[in-house]
């Protein structure tokens, strides 16, 4: 006795394969269809409001220094802080002083002694203090930038945009994109506005 072949084993086998086969094609086109979009931003076209960077004069052959935002700026104005941290400012605003008091003319102890003078909340003896190193050297980007933060205590002032926009002219860019992000207000009269120094 032969035995004989099924044929409904080659269609069972066939349809096996094929739904195998249809199988592995949805389940790759579903890892396929699991990829993020991201779309493409368009440009900025309104001319009415932010700033037109296009408009400022700048030296292209600056040297630029790079610069990152990594910080919230309002960190800058918290005062909540202990018994320790303040003890520790303070004996760092006297190590400054001391080093002033020795050489007057040390521009990184009146920047430092202000920055600590602003970490207590004394933003008054820290804008002297930033005062005294611009008298010192009128070039350094981070003077004028510290000295923005501190006159902008409460809201952004024109004068502490002002010191922003000096700031960003030296070649802070940090200073430009906290200019942007909070002087828009003052930005038609800053982008005008051309003196030979800085009101302090």
């Known amino acids: 006795m032969y ?27 579903f890892v396929y269809a699991q990829k993020v979009y991201v779309p493409k931003t368009t440009p900025f076209k309104d001319k009415s409001k932010g700033v037109n960077i296009d408009s ?9 220094r790079n ?3 990594n910080y919230d700026v309002s960190d800058l104005f918290n005062l909540d802080l202990s018994e320790s941290e303040r003890a520790q400012a303070k004996a760092i605003i006297e190590v400054f002083s001391e080093q002033i008091d020795e050489d007057s003319s040390n521009l990184g102890a009146y920047i430092n002694r202000g920055s ?24 350094q980007p981070i003077i004028y930038y510290n000295r923005a933060l501190s006159k902008a205590r409460f809201f952004y002032t024109f004068d502490a945009c002002l010191d922003l926009k000096k700031s960003r002219d030296l ?25 030979d120094t800085v009101s302090k």
Not at 4 to 27: D, E, P, Q
Not at 56 to 64: E, G, I, S
Not at 125 to 139: E, L, P
Not at 171 to 195: E, R
Request: aromatic residues 10%.
């Open 116 to 139: 600590y003078w602003a970490t207590l909340g004394l933003h008054v003896q820290a804008i002297k203090d930033y005062d005294k190193a611009i008298d010192i050297n009128d070039q």
């Open 67 to 69: 610069t990152e935002v």
């Open 171 to 195: 070649g802070l860019q940090q200073a430009n994109t906290l200019m942007v992000q909070q002087c828009g207000k003052h930005m038609a009269k800053l982008n005008t506005y051309l003196p």
């Open 3 to 29: 035995l004989k072949h099924k044929s409904s084993y080659f269609v069972t086998a066939k349809m096996n394969r094929f739904f195998i086969t249809l199988l592995l094609f949805l389940g790759t086109s």
């Open 56 to 64: 400022v004069q700048r030296d292209t052959l600056a040297k630029v």
